[in-house]
């Protein structure tokens, strides 16, 4: 089946520095991408969308500026967390559609878990 | 707008015993519906999906669903709950053609010896 990776699984940075997360589809090309953001024991929020060639669709509440997305080939979606604070910890999850079939698939990336200290 | 209901927070149900997790939806007209399952620190698998055709849809691990329009409903159910079934459960809600997914706020299940 289809597969999106991501990397890194994790990590940890300083307060003020940026992180770069990349998103991943593995055997299939992806247009479109999602990321959420998903704080301990809750659900998991719409943040963008990724648009490959095009510029990112955000979710109403959610910093252009903070969060910046690149969508830089059919394969590949980065998010960019800028100046991180520990507000910004959170598990951070991409998805890509399996577009071109009938029935429209999310397959989603393990996850990133950000802590910024 | 679309939106996702799971009004249990968390359900705790003995090893062995049948499991049902409650789903309701909002949406103007039949929507794409999943439910998925995650584990701590894990990403999320999908279970089953819900597109059109049969109301009761049948998933891994032995999850079923049932497709109810008249109730805005997905409920999703399995027989005989295993110990590792404990976990995080979403049920979701996309839109045809449109490909974006809206979670509910998730149901932890305990299962218990």
């Known amino acids: 089946g289809a597969v999106v990776s991501q990397h890194p699984s994790w990590v940890i940075c300083k307060s003020g520095t940026s992180v770069k997360i990349e998103c991943r589809s593995l055997d299939f090309q992806a247009t479109t991408m999602f990321w959420y953001r998903q704080f301990p024991k809750q659900s998991l929020m719409l943040m963008a969308t990724s648009n490959e060639g095009s510029k990112a669709t955000y979710e109403q509440g959610v910093e252009k500026d903070k969060f910046l997305i690149n969508h830089a080939s059919l394969t590949l979606s980065t998010l960019t967390v800028t100046s991180a604070h520990p507000e910004d910890s959170s598990f951070y999850i991409c998805?890509?559609?399996?577009?071109?079939?009938?029935?429209?698939?999310?397959?989603f990336g393990p996850g990133t878990r950000l802590l910024v200290l | 707008a679309q939106s996702v209901t799971q009004p249990d927070i968390h359900i705790t149900v003995s090893e062995g015993a049948s499991l049902e997790l409650r789903c309701n939806y909002s949406?103007?007209?039949?929507?794409?519906l999943f439910w998925y399952v995650q584990s701590p620190g894990q990403g999320l698998q999908l279970l089953l999906k819900?597109?059109?055709?049969?109301?009761l849809v049948q998933g891994i691990k032995g999850f079923e669903a049932e497709f109810k329009r008249s109730q805005s409903s997905f409920n999703l159910r399995k027989p005989s709950v295993h110990w590792s079934d404990a976990a995080e459960y979403f049920c979701a809600v996309g839109a045809p053609g449109g490909f974006k997914t809206i979670f509910g706020a998730g149901t932890r299940l305990f299962v218990k010896a």
């Open positions: 949406y103007g007209a039949t929507p794409y």
């Open positions: 998805s890509a559609p399996l577009a071109g079939v009938a029935e429209e698939t999310q397959y």
């Open positions: 819900y597109f059109s055709g049969d109301t």
